[in-house]
């Protein structure tokens, strides 16, 4: 199966997220052990991500983004990144001759 997703498309988006996140976790006033648990990873490894020492895996980025957009402050400050949310429901749809899936 090829790959359905552009890899650069991928590391522009995991590295736009990745600026925001110190200001997206302040915003909702949680740790970084907290968010770590949220998203099944160790509090050193998303320390990592956050300060840019490690790049955040696919699953990783979506996990955040689910995380993120959930919430009601977080995803108004995602809006102000022009394009993002629309640039990552672009990237999330994928279309078959056998099925369709869509995200809003």
């Not at 402050?73 to 994928?94: A, C, H, S």
């Given at each position: 199966?090829?790959?359905?997703?552009?890899?650069?498309?991928?590391?522009?988006?995991?590295?736009?997220?990745?600026?925001?996140?110190?200001?997206?976790?302040?915003?909702?006033?949680?740790?970084?052990?907290?968010?770590?648990?949220?998203?099944?990873?160790?509090?050193?490894?998303?320390?990592?991500?956050?300060?840019g020492k490690?790049?955040?895996?696919?699953?990783?980025?979506?996990?955040?983004?689910?995380?993120?957009?959930?919430?009601?402050?977080?995803?108004?400050?995602?809006?102000?990144?022009?394009?993002?949310?629309?640039?990552?429901?672009?990237?999330?749809?994928?279309?078959?001759?056998?099925?369709?899936?869509?995200?809003?």
């Amino acid at each position: 199966m090829e790959n359905i997703v552009n890899k650069s498309e991928k590391e522009e988006l995991i590295q736009t997220l990745t600026g925001a996140l110190p200001v997206l976790r302040a915003a909702i006033g949680i740790s970084q052990g907290e968010i770590a648990e949220y998203i099944g990873v160790s509090r050193q490894t998303y320390c990592a991500f956050e300060i840019g020492k490690r790049q955040m895996s696919w699953n990783t980025f979506l996990s955040l983004f689910l995380f993120f957009i959930s919430n009601a402050e977080t995803n108004n400050l995602l809006k102000t990144k022009k394009g993002f949310i629309t640039q990552v429901y672009k990237v999330l749809q994928y279309k078959s001759e056998q099925n369709s899936v869509q995200y809003p």
